[in-house]
């Protein structure tokens, strides 16, 4: 099976495991159905910015149990070839800590646009 398929499949085990985010509070990983919601199905009234590699949404999701307002980079669509190459860049980030690095708190990896958030600034 498929790297991606396998984040599909299993509720998004395998990319948990590679993250380790297992009892990380500060991370969330969620569904596109969520964001859908929350950001009013993508409403041009949620756009924060336009960037070389998708559209930013301000967003209000739940990270750790918490109401936080988060920066959602909606990415766009990338092919199956760089699917695992995205991957490893997120994993890298995820490990990034820097007060001048905005932190990386959550993604879904449910649909062709890989969405990833960040906290907002
Ligand atoms: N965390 C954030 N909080 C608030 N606004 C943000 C955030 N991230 C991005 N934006 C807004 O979206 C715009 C475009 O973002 P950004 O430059 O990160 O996009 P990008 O070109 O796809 O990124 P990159 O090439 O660095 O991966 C920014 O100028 C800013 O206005």
Avoid: W
């Avoid at 919601?37 to 949404?57: L, M, P, Q, W």
């Avoid at 918490?66 to 909606?74: D, E, F, I, P, S």
């Avoid at 199956?80 to 990386?104: A, D, G, R, T």
């Amino acid at each position: 099976m498929k790297r991606k398929a396998l984040f599909q499949h299993n509720g998004g085990q395998l990319l948990k495991h590679m993250l380790k985010v297992e009892g990380n509070a500060c991370f969330t990983i969620n569904s596109r159905r969520d964001i859908v919601i929350a950001s009013c199905n993508f409403h041009k009234t949620k756009i924060v910015g336009e960037g070389a590699h998708g559209t930013i949404y301000k967003v209000t999701v739940d990270v750790g149990g918490r109401a936080t307002a988060v920066a959602v980079k909606r990415c766009k669509v990338i092919d199956e070839s760089k699917k695992e190459e995205f991957v490893q860049e997120l994993v890298i980030v995820y490990h990034l800590s820097h007060p001048n690095i905005v932190k990386l708190v959550g993604c879904c990896l449910e649909s062709e646009a890989s969405m990833l958030m960040y906290e907002f600034a």
